[in-house]
């Protein structure tokens, strides 16, 4: 999976509890990303971060939050105002190649009890 | 609106058949089309990326073709395997100067029987 890893592979949360994501690359990307994955539905953006201590939201930010303090870790927080979280998350990276191709972790799949 | 639609949603072929998977698109400006692969429960991985001047690249037994002016991109399987099974996803994307947003489409569930 390109040397990004994500953990847990699969979540188990209660209503009103908040999770955290871990996201780890080390491929020495700048821009790290979260994404996502209902069946049926395109990727969606969460958040994106091109660099150290910064970070942007998405297409769906609301519920969610995220930090950047390394280069090579991006958690994404479920928190619970996020009001359908049941999900596949997926983390991606980019090094800045021509193409700006992005590199995707394995995922990790979240559901609400 | 920037969309990419695919087509079918779903396909199931024998194993050894060839397969062609659809992907047209309205986003713009344009800067290069990906397919990505994912099998079930796993993230995505590239298979192939173009730009507007190249309609044509090959990874193995994928081929994927790009008609910048329709818009239009297909992805071709050949003598498909048990292993093709899986989802492919079409992705486009806006260029350095908008950020490299990325749209993506729901993807085409392909399933190869023995």
């Known amino acids: 999976d390109g040397g990004i890893t994500q953990s847990p592979k699969y979540l188990f949360r209660k209503e009103g509890q908040n999770v955290t994501l871990s996201c780890e690359q080390n491929?020495?990307?700048?821009?790290m990303y979260w994404y996502r994955q209902d069946p049926g539905q395109g990727l969606r953006l969460i958040y994106y971060?091109?660099?150290?201590?910064?970070?942007q939201k998405g297409d769906i930010a609301e519920g969610y939050s995220v930090s950047r303090e390394k280069k090579e870790s991006f958690p994404l927080t479920v928190t619970s105002a996020q009001k359908n979280p049941t999900a596949f998350y997926l983390c991606?990276?980019?090094?800045?190649?021509?193409?700006?191709?992005?590199?995707f972790g394995p995922g990790t799949r979240l559901t609400v009890l | 609106k920037n969309q990419v639609e695919q087509s079918p949603q779903s396909l199931i072929i024998l194993e050894g058949k060839n397969c062609t998977l659809q992907c047209n698109y309205t986003v713009s400006p344009f800067s290069n089309l990906r397919w990505y692969k994912q099998d079930t429960g796993r993230g995505p991985v590239s298979l192939t990326i173009m730009t507007f001047s190249e309609n044509t690249k090959s990874n193995g037994r994928y081929t994927a073709t790009l008609d910048a002016d329709t818009k239009q991109s297909s992805l071709h399987i050949t003598a498909s395997q048990l292993s093709d099974s899986a989802s492919y996803i079409c992705?486009?994307?806006?260029?350095?100067?908008?950020?490299?947003?990325?749209?993506f489409g729901a993807g085409t569930i392909l399933r190869v029987k023995s």
């Open positions: 491929l020495n990307h700048d821009a």
């Open positions: 991606a990276s980019t090094g800045g190649s021509s193409y700006n191709e992005q590199f």
């Open positions: 992705v486009v994307s806006a260029g350095r100067e908008y950020g490299n947003k990325l749209v």
């Open positions: 971060s091109q660099i150290v201590n910064d970070f």
